[in-house]
T-cell receptor, first 115, second 109 residues
């Protein structure tokens, strides 16, 4: 998985509780991404980062926030989890040598269930 | 609006029965088209990037081709271990990847 780990791998939480998912990379790549994957939908971008403390919104960012204080770590926070946020969450990274043409490499995923 | 449509949704093949998966796209200013393989319970695994119409890339039993409107992933003499979901994504002017919903391939011995 290209030196990408995600934690936790599985989590069950209750509606209204805060949840933080962590993505850690050992590749020293500049770009990091959070996606969610749901049946009937392609992978959808939640937020992404193009450097330490530099982040931007993706397609489905409502209800999520992110932080990146170090190159290797990218955190995704659900401030108050809802059942609609039950999903599988993937982190991805990409090289910054030529951002015009980049492949993204994915982590193993976190399965989150909100009850 | 950038869009990716993959077909068929599911495909069942006998071992050795060659076939093709389709990825149709609409994007303003294609910068790259990407194929990924995803096994159950795992993250997508990068396979190929195609940049311009007419380009082809091969890896083992897989060959990806690209036209101005679609890409094909040809699978020659598939084996059961090729069973997976194959995802297509495009990168356009926004720099973000837009993914299709995938084709679930099952290869039976």
């Amino acid at each position: 998985d290209a030196g990408i780990t995600q934690s936790p791998r599985h989590k069950v939480t209750e509606t209204g509780t805060p949840v933080t998912l962590r993505c850690h990379q050992t590749e020293n790549h500049r770009y990091m991404y959070w996606y969610r994957q749901d049946p009937g939908h392609g992978l959808r971008l939640i937020h992404y980062s193009y450097g330490v403390k530099d982040t931007d919104k993706g397609e489905v960012s409502d209800g999520y926030s992110v932080s990146r204080s170090k190159t290797e770590d990218f955190l995704l926070t659900l401030e108050s989890a809802t059942s609609s946020q039950t999903s599988v969450y993937f982190c991805a990274i990409s090289d910054d040598r030529d951002p015009a043409y980049y492949e993204q490499y994915f982590g193993p995923g976190t399965r989150l269930t909100v009850t | 609006e950038d869009q990716v449509t993959q077909s068929p949704e599911a495909l069942r093949l006998q071992e050795g029965e060659s076939s093709s998966l389709n990825c149709s796209y609409t994007v303003s200013g294609l910068r790259g088209l990407f194929w990924y393989r995803q096994d159950p319970g795992k993250g997508p695994e990068f396979l190929f990037t195609l940049y311009s119409a007419g380009e082809e890339k091969e890896k083992e039993r897989l060959k990806a081709t690209l036209t101005k409107k679609e890409s094909f992933l040809h699978i020659t003499a598939p084996k059961p271990e090729d069973s997976a979901t194959y995802l297509c994504a495009v990168q356009g002017g926004t720099d973000k990847l837009i993914f299709g919903t995938g084709t679930r391939l099952q290869v039976f011995p």
